[in-house]
Nanobody
Framework: QVQLVESGGGSVQAGGSLRLSCVGSGGTFSSYAMGWFRQAPGKEREFVIRRSSGGSIIYADSVKGRFTISRDNTKNTVWLQMNSLKPEDPAFYYC???????????????WGQGTQVTVSS
């Protein structure tokens, strides 16, 4: 069983940056693909970005060029660096761990509790 805890959410002005962190415990962190999803009120949870255990990265089109993901397996940590934040980016952001290389929520087995990001214009 893997436990994931996100942090780093907050409020930022449009055009600003935030870095979210996700720390894992209870499993072999390095063997999992790590993804970030987000969910805004009244909307479905959507894929943001994923980094596989081998290092390959997939981006949602909406964040390409603005967001990036990194991980340090020695620290069981994955980060989501969000730059040039837009008014459409606010949501609860969730990190997830899974053994699939997919981009849907069903492809991930373990989830954090989420951290909220708000963007003011």
């Amino acid at each position: 069983q893997v436990q994931l805890v996100e942090s780093g959410g907050g409020s930022v002005q449009a055009g600003g940056s935030l870095r979210l962190s996700c720390v894992g415990s209870g499993g072999t962190f390095s063997s999992y693909a790590m993804g970030w999803f987000r969910q805004a009120p009244g909307k479905e949870r959507e894929f943001v970005i994923r980094r596989s255990s081998g290092g390959s990265i997939i981006y949602a089109d909406s964040v390409k060029g603005r967001f990036t993901i990194s991980r340090d397996n020695t620290k069981n940590t994955v980060w989501l660096q969000m730059n040039s934040l837009k008014p459409e980016d606010p949501a609860f952001y969730y990190c997830a761990a899974g053994r699939s290389l997919g981009t849907t929520p069903n492809d991930y087995d373990y989830w954090g509790q989420g951290t909220q990001v708000t963007v003011s214009s």
